[in-house]
């Protein structure tokens, strides 16, 4: 085979790739940029640039409150189980005891708990500690994911520290809270920040748990407020309103991607390949 | 950490657990009482000697949404392994741009589900959608498909959107498995004249098998429990309906809380049941290669 | 400024018996080499000292005082490891006053010093760079000079060079040497595997295997006058030929130096030349016996066997060393 025709095959796979990729993001773009009738024609490239979705969406209803509901959520879970898990994973990389492997593996395999299997229980128990139809519900439910993870990346992460910097540590007289705020804490950055970031994903798009333990409209995380826009009836879905918060919710994550992409990608392969 | 753990994961299970044996409903969960197996299985008799089962296990619905879960699964964990082979081997490969499209792979990952269920809902609309539009501009179809809504198709649509949004993160997976391939044994192939596919297969795939096993389990796990894709674009739909979407409309929309639970007590012995099945596979054949 | 006295020490990882009763002591200023190969216990002895591991029985005393519960800072002692463990996210100069920051010296008092410290060591101008980028050498003396600018009363290295390549390892070693004399008073316990470093550096030697110190001595008591068979073996490059006896009771120990070449026929043993191995200033001759045993023979290099010669093989009388069964000397 001729090596313009490999060579040009190759780039026609990449395209295909990237164009597969983006483009449901980039439709709902231009379709959000499109005001009144002009969304019912199909359009492939943009044609027109209206910010009247995005008014709509912003100025009517609770979607901006809504939004701060799903930062404030997120936040709550990346401080609350980054703080839980590195004391834990202190304990699990540098504590040997028995049973410490099966214990590990007992918490990963909760994050790949069907969450469903837990809901009913979790709705009983968030009733009853009066946090129903409150954020802190989410915050605290979210741990189910969250921790699991968190607390097995950072231990991986811990055992790859050498000893010998926390025994120098030990040597030049620095106190155990000394060692994990002055060296074990700036050391860790790089994986605070993924497991950070991946947290904040997941607690950003989660749908079940938002969706089952808000009951009104103002306390509703954005993918559950999403999800349930919705016209008069069948035929008026404002699609270009949807299309728009889409958008709104999107663009940071997107964004925390393209930033965080080598961040993101180490993470997520740690947290899998050395399981 | 573990008390929080344990607060969140094992006795919200175990309670779960408990629900499915008694006949709780959403406004009394405080005084349920015990009803053993009824909501799994129960003899009705009409007292003339004629009666009938009822309960969970002789529940057509159930038994329907169980096959839909395995079949969702099954085919999108499988596409989404080939997909993903195909965009990590290209994203392995060194070219200009690289970054520009390992960033874009990750942009269906990132995208809430519930989000991208309604960007596709609108390119999959009957009318408007672009799906239709480009389709029949290129003469596949001749009519347009309501995609989310026709019992033909709502499967296909579904299985369309996990695959794009998943594809990513098996590629990831497999990425990371492939840069663990040392370079110089491409070099020593070479040198040997072996012809890159049979160095493919011979070589590279055996080396990154074990990644993709992990990846497998991974996704397959992740696919048995999908719910809010499924809810959010194909919403009370006998042919997409999977078992967290059924257990979740018992629990809450149909006021059957002890059924829904019964219902989740049974997903969460199924998914166990394959997941130990596909460890076991996963083992004996990782064992094999050792 | 240290005297350090080991008494019937010994250290268990759970059941595991790892230093059995080891006694020891190190006179002020005394620079000790523990040397043994791995698995032999000195890199535990050393951490046993330093105060990173707990003490199972016995008693360590730091100029007479018991230093069993004592914390490392209590007893004095600054550490160079194997890795140099310099804190990665602080620069050079950080690294070299973290340890500073307890011992009741001024700002600008610490300052000087460490820039006293920085400039005798020859890392004055990495002061604000991080470890990450400095070299394996510099890298190596930021360690040290971590470790001297705390003044410590036990200055302790655990296999310092073996991270370097074989030329910065001399160097190094040779400055080591001279750390040592400029101070005098400070006592130093280095442990390493490679017998070249402990010969070179060591006022005293402790070789160790199993647990055991299996003897403790000059680097020339040790070379000449080995106790047994395992510290001879492990003392001197290349190592001493052990040849077994007739009688396969006892056996004799030559070390590869103080064997001479002459005519088949006569010397204590032939053999048949298997290989030579020229090394410019001396060669080195492998002769197999016809007990399958392989001697080695040490040569200048006017030396005119070539392979398959016969040769015999005459040992220096007074250098010939005697082992019994047990490997002990008789």
Known sequence: MPIWIK?????????VIFVLSVFPFYYAVVTSFKSGQAIFNVDYWPTSFSLDNYFTVLTQGVFGQQILNSIMVATGVVLISLALAVGASYALSRIAFRGKTLMLFTILSVSMFPQIAVLAGLFELIRSMGIYNSLWSLVFSYMIFTLPFTVWVLTTFMKALPVEIEEAAIVDGASPIEIIVKVFLPL?????????????????NEFLFAFTFMATDAKRTVPVAIAMISGGSEFEVPWGNIMAASVVVTVPLIALVLIFQRKIVAGLTAGAVKG | MLLVLAAVAAYPLFRTFYFGFTDASLDMLDSVNWVGFRNYLEWVDYGDGEGEFFGLLVDEVWWQSVWNTLYFSFVSVSFETFFGLIVALVLNANFAGRGIVRAAVLIPWAIPTTVSAKM???????????????????????????????????????????????????????????????????????????HPVKVFFKVTLPIIRPAIVVAIIFRALDAMRVFDLIYVLTPANDDTRTMSVFAREYLFDFDKFAYGSAASTLLFLIIGGVTITIFAMGKTNVGREN | MAELQLENISKNFGSIKVIHDVSLAVQQGEFVVFVGPSGSGKSTMLRLIAGLEDISSGTLKIDGQVANDLTPVQRGIAMVFQSYALYPHMNVYDNMAFGLRRHNMSKTEADAHIRDTARSLDIEQYLDRLPRQLSGGQRQRVAIGRAIVRQPKLFLFDEPLSNLDAALRVNTRLEIAKLHERMPDTTMIYVTHDQIEAMTLADRIVVMNHGNIEQVGTPMELYHNPVNQFVAEFIGSPKMNIIQDENAVEKTGIRPEHIELVADGQGQWRGKVEAIEELGAETLVFVRLPTEELVLVRVGDDQSVTRNDMVGLAPIEDKILRFNRDGGRC
């Open chain 2, 120 to 194: 596709w809902a609108w390119m999959m609309h009957d009318q408007f959608g672009i799906l239709n539009d480009l389709l029949m501009k290129l003469h596949v179809i001749s009519e347009p498909i309501a995609w989310t809504a026709s019992s033909d198709t709502a499967m296909l649509a579904v299985l369309m959107v996990d695959i794009w949004k998943t594809t990513p993160f098996m590629a990831l997976l497999i990425l990371a498995g492939l840069q663990m391939v040392p370079r110089d044994i491409y070099e020593a192939a070479k040198i040997d004249g072996v």
């Open chain 1, 7 to 15: 060579r040009t095959s190759f780039y026609a796979l990449v395209a």
């Open chain 1, 188 to 204: 860790m950055w790089p994986a605070l920040v993924t497991t950070g970031l991946l947290a904040f994903i997941h607690a950003w």
